[in-house]
């Protein structure tokens, strides 16, 4: 029997370009489900305001990259990371370079703490960074001093 309109037996796989975020079903909308609604505010910052609200600490990742990110900004250093590679390897040489870092961590929305919504008011930890730091230690500082906004 001959196919009419050219359509084949067999079904077509189904292209869903969309992500899909864990939890959420395909074909819905990606509008962030919490407790807490932000009235008024755009899509994106009811999102933001539903992750800072659901997180107590950052993660290990979102520390790696503040740590990563701030170094290079300082440094230029193309340097693949490594959380046990120390500062100097990244070329932090002098103490003026760990208090730009340290500057960038606190106070840089776009690559420190600020960017996850997270502050860190209490700096006596991370005002030690020192060339002879892991990239690990820089980040379990980061991680251990941050709080929520």
Do not use: H
């Amino acid at each position: 029997m001959a196919n009419k309109k050219g359509k084949s037996k067999t079904p077509k796989k189904r292209k869903n370009p969309r992500s899909v975020v864990p939890g959420q079903k395909a074909g819905k909308s990606k509008k962030a489900v919490g407790k807490k609604k932000v009235l008024g505010a755009a899509p994106a910052a009811r999102a933001l305001a539903f992750v800072a609200g659901s997180q107590d600490t950052l993660t290990d990742g979102q520390c790696d990259n503040i740590a990563s990110d701030c170094v290079r900004k300082i440094t230029g250093s193309g340097r693949e990371y490594s959380r046990s590679d120390q500062l100097q390897q990244y070329g932090v040489n002098t103490d003026q370079q760990c208090r730009a870092i340290v500057s960038l961590i606190i106070g840089d929305n776009d690559i420190g703490v600020g960017r996850y919504q997270f502050k860190i008011v209490d700096t006596s930890k991370i005002s030690g960074l020192a060339p002879s730091w892991t990239m690990g230690q820089l980040a379990n500082t980061i991680q251990s001093s941050a709080i929520p906004i």
